[in-house]
């Protein structure tokens, strides 16, 4: 005859094991649901550098196009088609080389719209917004010196075209927007996206920077354990 007891510890012993078993499962989703979770995190943080280290390096880049130093080699290429002379060249060839600034940084745009994407895509659609400041600052740097190097001066010299070219060359130009009514647009427009960047994306690095300090390697294993 069959002891009972043997049955009986044959099935708490199937229910012990079921039970493991389930603890393992809930807690291997719980440890890929954190490790999921530190991974987009992850990827914020390191958004947020890469982006902000493109900010910083947006003014060295902005301040070089804007530059009023300009060399005769910059407009060497300029095409002869609108230029009379070797000196309305050389009052022509200024704006060019702006233009021709722009191009050598291509790169740099072309990052700028791949930042723009990712920023947007894990911090939110309003990030678009603070990115277009910059390329709408490049762009009214594109269009004013393309102006002026049709026109370096208005063919009708109203007050109302003398102070539209001044807005021209406070475009294109440092420093020429005391100058000009409207001020320095473009730097404005990327003092702005410098400000806006920076409160998105800084305390996103000093949060995660400050944690690690806090917890310290144990802690960090303590959130891996969910301790």
């Known amino acids: ?118 920023c947007t895509a894990l911090f939110g659609p309003e990030v678009e917004e603070i990115f277009l400041l910059m390329q709408r600052a490049r762009r009214e740097i594109e269009v004013s010196a393309e102006m002026l190097l049709r026109d370096p001066e208005p063919t009708f010299k109203s007050e109302d075209n003398l102070e539209t070219w001044k807005g021209f060359r406070a475009d294109v130009w440092l420093g020429y927007g005391a100058s000009a009514k409207q001020g320095d647009k473009v730097g404005l427009k990327l003092a702005e996206f410098k400000d806006k960047m920076e409160r998105l994306c800084r305390p996103i690095i000093n949060r995660e920077y400050g944690k690690v300090l806090q917890r310290g390697v144990f802690g960090r294993i303590a959130d891996w354990f969910g301790m």
């Open 1 to 118: 005859m069959t002891n009972p007891w043997t049955f009986g510890w044959t099935q708490l012993l199937t229910i012990i094991g079921f039970l493991i078993t389930i603890a393992f499962a809930l807690g291997g989703f719980h440890s890929f649901g954190r490790w999921k979770k530190e991974k987009i995190e992850e990827k914020r943080i390191d958004t947020a550098i890469d982006a902000l280290a493109l900010v910083y390096e947006s003014k060295f880049i902005f301040d070089f196009i804007r530059s009023n130093l300009t060399y005769p080699y910059e407009w060497e290429d300029m095409p002869p088609g609108f230029v009379t002379d070797g000196r309305e060249r050389n009052t022509r060839g200024v704006f060019y080389a702006i233009l021709k600034r722009i191009k050598i940084n291509k790169e740099f745009f072309e990052r700028a719209w791949k930042i723009q994407v990712r």
